[in-house]
């Protein structure tokens, strides 16, 4: 999943309690389990995006995500895609110092991923390790 997420912002503290666990074996287990679905719509707005795109990026359908609020619960994968894009948006907010200029980033085109928004290039994981290699390139002032 990555390096653990600084979690700088109240909202990231308090809507992602999960990117902050100690050990990786707490993150492991929660994400084994299932993520509540009030995680999505707290990446949801944390983003500023309509749920049907974040649905699209994450990989949900909107009659899975239908069903799965019902249950309550994600499934492993959905849990591990949602925590994936959800430790983008923080690092990002981090990074461009505050969720505006990061929903800003995330949404518009970036050049250095061939013109995609770098939110849509993290709807896979080779993708989202771009994203954040992107990011820590921009954090240490080499822009590309």
Partial sequence: ???????????????????AAEEPAEL?????EGLPTERFDALRELLDVPSGRLAE???????TLSRRRKHGTFNKDESE?????????LRAIDVLDG???AQKWLTEPAR???????????????????VERLLIRLDNGVYS
């Fill in 28 to 32: 492991v287990a929660t994400v084994r």
């Fill in 81 to 89: 895609r949602i925590l994936r894009v959800a430790r983008l948006a």
């Fill in 1 to 19: 999943m990555g390096a653990p997420v600084s979690l700088t912002t109240d909202a990231g503290a308090s809507s992602f309690p999960e990117l």
């Fill in 99 to 101: 969720r505006n200029n």
């Fill in 112 to 130: 250095a991923l061939g013109g995609e928004p770098p939110l849509d290039f993290a709807d896979t994981e080779p993708g989202a390790r771009e």
């Fill in 57 to 63: 990026i994450v990989g949900i359908t909107p009659s």
